[in-house]
């Protein structure tokens, strides 16, 4: 009888700690049969970037490879290291009778960190397909194991009832090396605030806001323009279009009807020869609502009630194509004053920096946390949960969401938990969280989390100057060509999308732990433009969008004043109640200022692995056909970073944020 016999060339990665002292055991697993496990030997280690040779013997009939499998054994007297695998090539011997039925050389990607703890780790053999393509019934099965094996270690938990699920998980420990990733060290202006932070006292003027400024807005060229222009109307009106909440302003036809205002009291600001009527037909009337801020419990800061406002504010595009707020006011209702710019200088700066103020809480927990963060987090779940490391979804996705565990776990054991910064910083502390974010999440719809359908929707594309629209709309569909193209590789029709039981699983464990409301997310798919519009939701989410309001908070909040986490007094309910030199008592305290600051620089650092958009470090992104279709967007991306750069290079204020170059492919931070 002949045995067969398979040289095995097992690949460490080549990063300087990739390798590890276990010993490495592995089996091949055939249609037929599988090879007892064989070691490596002793004088061959598997040393970072090393190619290490073990020649495998079967004891009866294999068939075609289908599987290798590895597991790790720590060695007494020596540290038990994870190890991080490339792949494993798997050449049969010539002379075999079954050498005619495998290709000369077969490569099984590993591409993970493996440890001991994770037993036996089997990788399969051959290209990404759909569940219904594989013809092999032990892949089929191989499939069922992994999504059986991820659902028992990643179970879903309810954070705050009516918002996204998230990760039933304790500790980062429980992620693994392959969900963790690594910090990058905080920026030098975090040594001018850190010793503000036992100061537990207003300010007392803004010369003394200044004078930290002076030092922690050193470097920040943008921090230093939003310094100079913040009480100016038209910077008002220009950051609600470009700013680090760019998501709220919409255009309106119909005044609301909680807002007190009349056709006499607006005239003044609008052309001469206009109407508050003919403007609205027109369109040149925009809304700012906070709405989901009215009614919510304001926490308490150094011993002391913060206040929460739900402002209304109107804003006209006037002739010289500027966005000005033309009214504010403070809580809805006919009892509250409406503010006008023709008001007191200082009624009316108070009222613009309550709206901020407002914004400052909206944009920290709906259009980051929960539109980003916890978007990613529930695409994360769901992928893991529901499709195999074969699906070409989960390969897609994961690079995108990857990380959304590890900063997510973080972020509710520190910045949202008891002595976190909002507890302790922040007017929406932690009874307010645990009430706003089940109030947004229903109201929340899958047109707003499409940049093409949420754009048009506001009336915010065609505006003058709205350089995030216009960026967003670029990346956009940059990204959705990709995304159709992959999956145009594996979806033959939309009948194919239909009968994919994976896929389908996928999409209902996403609406089952998301959102409970009508909120117009596909239920289920029929078609491969709706998969392609879903998925390119998902990784525009959890990377441009990200970019977009992380990475831009400290440049336009490094000034407080202009993006207030906190106010101190109630708003005023009579006009002319507070002078200039009033102001600075409704400001954040001291403490509370510094650690928003601090938090907000710590967020705006990329990690330490940062990856540009669309750029993968992993091995099957360049397989031939995927490889094409990433140089393909890769090439897009860099057109559109040099567009956005030229015309950066002409403005006064640049938008920098959604330029792909500097966009990380994943939430990260």
């Known amino acids: 009888m002949s045995f067969q016999e398979f040289d095995v060339t097992v690949h460490t990665s080549p990063g300087p700690t990739c390798g590890t002292f276990n010993r490495l055991w592995l089996s091949l697993i055939g249609s037929q049969g599988e090879t007892p496990p064989t070691s490596l030997s002793p004088d061959h280690h598997l040393l970072p970037g090393s190619m290490s040779l073990i020649q495998v013997q079967a004891d009866g009939p294999v068939g075609q490879l289908v599987l290798v499998r590895l597991r790790l054994e720590a060695q007494t007297g020596f540290p038990d290291l994870d190890w991080h695998c490339s792949r494993v090539q798997v050449c049969r011997r010539a002379g075999g009778q079954e050498s005619a039925e495998d290709p000369e050389t077969q490569v099984f990607l590993c591409d993970r960190w493996l440890r001991t703890g994770d037993g036996d780790v089997e990788l399969p053999c051959g290209k990404l397909c759909l569940l219904a393509d594989e013809s ?5 099965q191989h499939r069922l194991r992994q999504l059986q094996r991820q659902q028992e270690l990643i179970r879903w938990r309810l954070f705050v009832d009516g918002a996204p699920h998230c990760a039933d998980l304790n500790s980062p420990s429980q992620l693994g090396p392959n969900l963790s990733y690594s910090f990058k060290s905080p920026a030098t202006n975090m040594h001018y605030l850190k010793g503000f932070t036992g ?6 003027s803004f010369s003394e806001l200044e004078t930290v400024f002076a030092f922690s807005g050193l470097q920040n060229s943008i921090a230093k323009f939003v310094k100079a222009h913040w009480k100016e109307d038209w910077y008002f009106g220009y950051q609600s279009l470009n700013g680090c909440n760019p998501l709220l302003l919409r255009q309106t036809r119909l005044l609301p009807p909680n807002l007190a205002v009349t056709p006499d009291m607006l005239r003044p600001f609008l052309p001469g020869d206009s109407t508050l009527e003919l403007e609205l037909q027109k369109g040149t009337i925009y809304l700012l609502d906070y709405e989901v801020l009215d009614g919510l419990p304001a926490n308490i800061i150094n011993g002391k009630e913060a206040y929460l406002s739900a ?32 008001d007191s200088t200082a009624d009316w700066l ?36 529901q499709l195999p490391e074969l699906h070409p979804l989960h390969q897609l996705l994961m690079p995108h969401v990857r990380t959304s565990l ?13 002595g976190g910064a909002f507890d302790q910083a922040v007017s929406s502390g932690l009874k307010t969280i645990h009430v706003l974010l089940p109030r947004a999440s229903a109201r929340i719809t ?17 505006l003058p100057h709205s350089f995030y629209a216009q960026d967003a709309q670029r990346i956009w569909d940059a990204l959705n060509g990709f995304v159709a193209s992959w999956v145009d590789l594996y979806y033959r029709g939309d009948d194919e999308v239909q009968s994919d039981s994976e896929l389908q699983h996928w999409i209902t464990d996403i609406n089952t732990h998301s959102f409970t409301h009508n909120s117009g997310f596909p239920q289920s798919f029929s078609t491969k433009a709706e998969v392609s519009k879903f998925v390119t939701m998902l990784i525009y989410s959890s990377s441009a969008l990200h ?10 909040a490094l000034w407080m004043p202009n993006c207030p986490g906190s106010m101190l007094r109630p708003p005023p309910e009579v006009k002319g109640s507070v002078t200039e030199d009033d102001i600075v008592s409704f400001l954040p305290d001291v403490n509370s200022s510094c650690r928003i600051a601090m938090v907000l620089t710590m967020l705006a650092q990329p990690t330490i692995d940062f990856v540009p958009l669309c750029h993968y470090k992993e091995a099957i992104f360049r397989v031939d056909a995927h490889h094409r279709l990433v140089e393909e967007v890769q090439a897009k991306l860099e057109a559109i970073s040099e567009e956005i750069a030229e015309r950066n290079r002409k403005l006064e204020l640049p938008y920098p944020y959604l330029c792909p170059k500097c966009i990380e492919n994943s939430v990260a931070i």
């Open 406 to 418: 590890q900063i997510n776990m973080q972020a509710r054991a520190s910045l949202l938990a008891a």
């Open 446 to 462: 899958y047109s707003s989390l499409c940049v093409p359908d949420d754009l048009t929707d506001r009336s915010v594309d065609k």
């Open 350 to 385: 108070l009222a613009k920096i309550w709206v901020r103020s407002a914004d400052f809480q909206c944009h920290q927990l709906i259009s980051h946390y929960l539109r980003t963060h916890m978007m990613a987090e529930l695409c994360c779940v769901a992928t893991l949960r």
């Open 547 to 556: 970019a977009a309001v992380n990475f831009s908070q400290v440049d336009f």
């Open 311 to 342: 402002p209304l504010c109107l804003l006209h595009l006037n002739q010289q194509s500027q966005l000005v707020p033309i009214a504010i006011q403070q809580m809805p209702g006919p009892q509250n004053p409406v503010f006008l710019p023709s």
């Open 136 to 140: 092999e019934e032990k892949r089929r």
């Open 199 to 204: 100061r537990a006292e207003s300010w007392t």
